[in-house]
């Protein structure tokens, strides 16, 4: 079945770093844009990042601009987020997301469980 | 950058009953709207996808209209499953795609 499984989320202090991953399986994952969106404890939904289906291309949302990197891995179906700079602000339950069809670019069919990135001293 | 206003934050209404969810957006975003229901410590789930269109597996008593800057999401009689977060999202105009902050459906 079509499946995301995000890792690579833990603690880290304040101007640090982290690699998330999303492990895609049972679509076409090269032809599929792909995002990432943030949830902050018990707060609502924070689109972050999106990237083209072939890597081409990538947006961002303007807090995290400069600081984190959207990649894809199209013959590992993985995609990526590099995040430097980290602030506490960031701390947040980091999902991807697939969009509904391959011409569409933000509709979110599928997510992952989330990994938890914590930013603190 | 489109500002998604949701009412109410809080909707309390029991099993059987019509729940009627509304999302205003701060200027045009066509049909391109989508609603999520959201379950504690769950994923969001897709519901519908520009304004009207059930996503797969979603049942018929969910549905969505509107266009322009008003739209709704009705549950046309609730089942105890349904209360739960319920966001709306835009990607007319984006970056950024938006969210808005959300309604809490609760057991009267």
């Known amino acids: 079945q079509v499946q995301l499984v995000e890792s690579g989320g833990g603690v880290v202090q304040p101007g640090g770093s982290l690699r998330l991953s999303c492990a895609a399986s049972g679509f076409t994952f090269n032809t599929f844009v792909l995002h990432w969106v943030r949830q902050a404890p018990g707060k609502g939904l924070e689109w972050v990042a999106y990237?083209?289906?072939?890597?081409?291309?990538?947006f961002y949302t303007d807090s995290v601009k400069g600081r984190f990197t959207i990649s894809r891995d199209n013959s590992r179906n993985t995609l990526y987020l590099q995040m430097n700079s980290l602030r506490a602000e960031d701390t947040a339950l980091y999902y991807c997301a697939k969009v509904v069809f391959q011409w569409q670019d933000g509709a979110f069919d599928i997510w992952g469980q989330g990994t938890m990135v914590t930013v603190s001293s | 950058e489109v500002i998604l206003t949701q009412s109410p934050a809080t909707l309390s209404l029991s099993p059987g009953e019509r729940a009627t969810l509304s999302c205003r957006a701060s200027q045009t975003v066509v049909s391109y709207l989508a609603w999520y229901q959201q379950k504690p410590g769950q994923a969001p789930r897709l519901l519908i996808y520009?304004?009207?269109n059930r996503a797969t597996g979603i049942p018929a008593r969910f549905s969505g209209s509107g266009s322009g800057t008003d739209f709704t999401l009705t549950i046309s009689s609730l089942e105890p499953e349904d209360f739960a977060v319920y966001y709306c999202?835009?990607?007319?105009?984006?970056?950024?795609?938006?969210f808005g902050q959300g309604t809490r459906l609760e057991i009267k």
């Open positions: 990237i083209k289906s072939d890597g081409s291309g990538a």
């Open positions: 520009d304004a009207s």
């Open positions: 999202q835009q990607r007319y105009n984006w970056p950024p795609i938006t």
